[in-house]
């Protein structure tokens, strides 16, 4: 039984629909990862996924229930964590309060002492306010709260966008770290290198539609290049 499934899945921003029929799965820790080019859906899908957009009932199954139309809240108990485009911190909060909020109820794997060995710059800065941060901490920071609420599935959203190529190496480097504790990852990327090089199974967007899916090893580049522009 996967961990997660979608079944035709559709999504709409008031009566513009912005997924259609989007089936896919996602097995105990595996990485799989979506491309696409902007507009394609893949945010929209993380989002619906999060629950911070409506779907309708048998569209989202986790561990085989239906989770179709839950609230964002109950899917993060059940472990189904965003790291949103952005990164979205509170810039009031320092660094160390941010990562407390992302485990404000939660207990589990992941310690702010874990988060600091995963990301040692943190606890070099924890008592900075988050805006202080550059763009790569500022991102490691908001996979840091994220992982605080113990994650069966985390969901990460373009965390490439905006950085530097050395930063973005880092960044990907730990994915296996995380991994390793038992977690799905699913990463929303328009870069096709980063995702290819991290994924055991890719799936590629265009205007709201899957186009392709498979292992990176089996994808030609032709093949990857007509599903990602339509051509």
Not at 127 to 134: E, F, K, N, R, V
Not at 162 to 187: F, M, Q
Request: hydrophobic share 45%; proline share 5%; glycine share 10%.
């Amino acid at each position: 039984m996967p961990l997660l499934e979608t079944r035709d899945l559709t999504a709409s921003y008031g009566d513009f629909q912005a997924l259609f029929g989007i089936s896919l799965s996602i097995e105990e820790r595996e990485t799989i990862a979506i491309i696409g080019a902007n507009g394609a859906g893949k945010s929209t899908f993380l989002k619906t996924i999060a629950g911070l957009l409506p779907s309708q009932p048998g569209s989202i199954l986790f561990e085989g229930t239906d989770i179709g139309g839950a609230r964002a809240f109950n899917n993060v108990r059940r472990g189904i964590v965003l790291v949103p485009e952005g990164r979205r911190l509170f810039p009031s909060l320092s660094v160390e309060e941010n990562l407390l909020i992302g485990g404000y109820g939660r207990s589990g794997r992941w310690t702010l002492e874990r988060v600091y060995e995963l990301f040692p710059i943190l606890a070099e800065r924890r008592a900075q306010p988050a805006t202080q941060l550059s763009g790569g901490q500022q991102q490691m920071c908001a996979i840091g709260r994220a992982l605080m609420a113990d994650p069966r599935i985390l969901l990460c959203d373009e965390i490439s966008l905006g950085l530097a190529p050395i930063v973005i190496r880092d960044i990907y480097a730990v994915l296996p770290n995380i991994r390793a504790e038992g977690t799905a990852i699913v990463v929303v990327e328009q870069d096709i290198v980063q995702a290819l090089g991290v994924a055991d199974r890719v799936y590629c967007f265009q205007e709201g539609r899957m186009t392709l899916s498979g292992r990176p090893a089996e994808l030609t580049r032709d093949a990857i290049h007509a599903a990602y522009f339509g051509v």
